[in-house]
C-alpha cells in the first residue's frame, strides 16, 4: 500500500465550522506564531531587495544581482535533508526563536558596514546565506510548528495564511525597503529589516507548546545517510509528494528566479527605488488576494490548486518579460502572484498530508531540498540575462518552465485527486 492509499483510509472528522476564519485565530498562540512569521518573513524579503538595490548600485551587473539571490536559498539545497530531521527531533519553538537571536546582529551589522561606507560586494554573501539559513529554518521548523499549534481540522487554512503572510512580506519588504533607501538612506533598510527580526523573536516568546505536536526524542542520533534514504522511500510512496517536489523543482529554476533581476526591468522605465519597489511588490499583491480567496473557501483538491498556479504564474512571468510599459509590467507580476498563491499556499500541504505525523519534518526536509533548485535557476537566468539580455532570458524561462510543469503533471496525475484525509491527535501533557 503506497502512502497515498493509507492516508486515504476514510475516518471520522470533525466537520468545519461555519466561521472557521474566527475560530482559526482563537487557537492559542497562533495569533502571536501568525504575526511573527509575517514579520519574519518580511526580513527576509526585505534584505534580499535591499541588498539587491545595492548591488544595482555597486555594480549594475545581473549575475551578481543573481548569485546574491541564489546564496538566499542555497541552504535549502545543502541543508535540507539534515534541517527536516533535526526539526523533527528539537522543540521547534526554541530552534526558531535560537536562529532568529543569531541573525539579528547580523542584520545590524550589515547596516553599519553600510552606513560606515565599508561595505564590498562580497559581503553580500555571507549576509544573504544567513538570511537563507532562517529561511531554510521557517519551512522546516516554523510551518510544521504552525500546523502542530493549530492541528488538521484547521491546517489547510493556516498553511494558506502562512504562504499568503509570506507574499504580503514580499509586498511589504520591497516597498519598505525601497522607501528607506529613497527616504532615508541605504543603510536604513538593512535598519529597519533588524528592527522588525526583534519585534519577531520577541512574539514567539508568547507562543505556548504546540497542542498536536508529537513525541521527540531530542538524543536520537542523525544520520544523513539514513534521513536521505528515508526521504526518498517517502517520496517513491507517494506519488502526490514526487509531483508536488517535481513541480517544485521546475518552478524554482524557471520562475522564481526572476526577483532578482525585477530592479533591473524597474530601471528601464524609471530610476526611482520606490517605482522599483513597488514594481517587485506586485506578485505579492496578486497572491495576497488570491490567498484571501483561497482561505475563506474550503478546497478539496490542493494538487489541482497547486498546477493551474503554478502555470498562471509562468504565463505572468512570460507577459513581464515582454511588457513594453510600467503599468503593464505591474500587471503581468501581479496575475504571477496570483499564480504564485495557488503554487505556494498548496505547496506545504501537499507534503504535510503526504507524510504520517512522524515524517513532517522529513517531508519538509525534501520539499526544501527541491526548493533549493532555485539557487540553480537564478544563476542559470543570471547568466542568459548576461548573454541574452534580461527580457529575452525571463522569456525563455518562463516558456521552459511551462513545457516542464505540463510534463510532471500529465506524468503523475494523482497530483489532481481530492486531498486525502490527515488525522491527528494533541499531544499527551498538552
Not at 492541528?151 to 499568503?164: C, D, L, N, Y
Not at 506578485?283 to 490542493?302: D, E, K, M, N, W
Not at 510543469?405 to 488525522?423: F, G, I, K, Q, Y
Request: some cysteine; proline content about 5%; overall charge positive.
Amino acid at each position: 500500500m503506497t502512502t497515498d492509499e493509507a492516508r486515504s483510509t476514510p475516518h471520522p472528522a470533525d466537520p468545519p465550522p461555519s466561521n472557521s476564519l474566527r475560530a482559526l485565530f482563537q487557537v492559542p498562540g497562533y495569533r502571536y506564531l501568525c504575526v511573527s512569521s509575517f514579520i519574519w518573513h518580511t526580513t527576509r524579503w526585505g534584505g534580499l531587495f535591499t541588498t539587491s538595490y545595492l548591488l544595482v548600485q555597486l555594480s549594475g551587473s545581473p549575475i551578481l544581482n543573481q548569485v546574491v539571490g541564489a546564496l538566499i536559498f542555497a541552504p535549502m539545497l545543502a541543508g535540507g535533508f539534515v534541517a527536516g530531521v533535526i526539526s523533527d527531533r528539537l522543540d521547534r519553538r526554541k530552534l526558531v526563536r535560537r536562529v532568529q537571536l543569531v541573525l539579528i546582529p547580523i542584520e545590524f551589522a550589515m547596516f553599519g558596514l553600510v552606513q560606515s561606507g565599508r561595505v564590498e560586494i562580497w559581503m553580500t554573501f555571507p549576509f544573504m546565506f544567513a538570511l537563507g539559513i532562517g529561511g531554510l529554518v521557517n519551512m522546516t521548523a516554523q510551518r510544521p510548528l504552525i500546523f502542530e499549534t493549530v492541528g488538521p481540522r484547521f491546517g489547510g487554512q493556516a498553511m494558506t495564511i502562512e504562504s499568503t503572510a509570506q507574499a504580503g512580506s514580499a509586498m511589504f519588504g520591497t516597498l519598505g525597503g525601497g522607501a528607506l533607501i529613497d527616504h532615508v538612506g541605504m543603510g536604513a533598510g538593512f535598519a529597519g529589516m533588524g528592527v522588525l527580526l526583534c519585534i519577531s523573536a520577541a512574539l514567539l516568546w508568547l507562543v505556548p507548546s504546540p497542542r498536536y505536536a508529537t513525541p521527540r526524542d531530542p538524543d536520537a542520533r542523525v544520520s544523513i545517510a539514513a534521513q536521505a534514504a528515508a526521504s526518498i522511500g517517502l517520496a517513491r510512496r507517494s506519488r502526490r509528494l514526487l509531483a508536488t517536489l517535481g513541480v517544485t523543482v521546475a518552478m524554482n529554476l524557471f520562475m522564481f528566479g526572476y526577483i532578482p533581476l525585477v530592479p533591473l526591468v524597474a530601471d528601464e522605465f524609471s530610476t526611482d527605488a520606490v517605482l522599483a519597489g513597488a514594481l517587485g511588490a506586485a506578485a505579492g499583491c496578486g497572491q495576497i488576494l488570491c490567498g484571501i480567496v483561497l482561505s475563506t473557501r474550503p478546497i478539496h483538491r490542493h494538487g489541482l490548486v497547486f498546477a493551474v498556479g503554478s502555470m498562471v504564474a509562468l504565463v505572468g512571468l512570460f507577459c513581464f518579460s515582454t511588457a513594453p510599459l510600467f503599468g503593464l509590467a505591474f500587471l503581468a507580476l501581479f496575475v504571477a502572484g496570483m499564480g504564485q498563491g495557488g503554487f505556494g499556499s498548496m505547496q506545504s500541504l501537499l507534503a504535510i498530508e503526504s507524510a504520517h505525523d512522524t515524517e513532517r519534518g522529513a517531508a519538509l526536509g525534501v520539499l526544501s531540498t527541491a526548493i533549493g533548485a532555485l539557487p540553480l535557476g537564478m544563476v542559470a537566468i543570471g547568466a542568459g540575462a548576461e548573454l541574452l539580455g534580461t527580457r529575452n532570458a525571463l522569456m525563455l524561462s518562463s516558456l521552459v518552465g511551462m513545457a516542464a510543469v505540463l510534463t510532471v503533471v500529465l506524468r503523475l496525475r494523482d497530483l489532481l485527486s481530492a486531498a486525502p484525509e490527515t488525522a491527528l491527535r494533541p499531544s499527551s501533557g498538552a
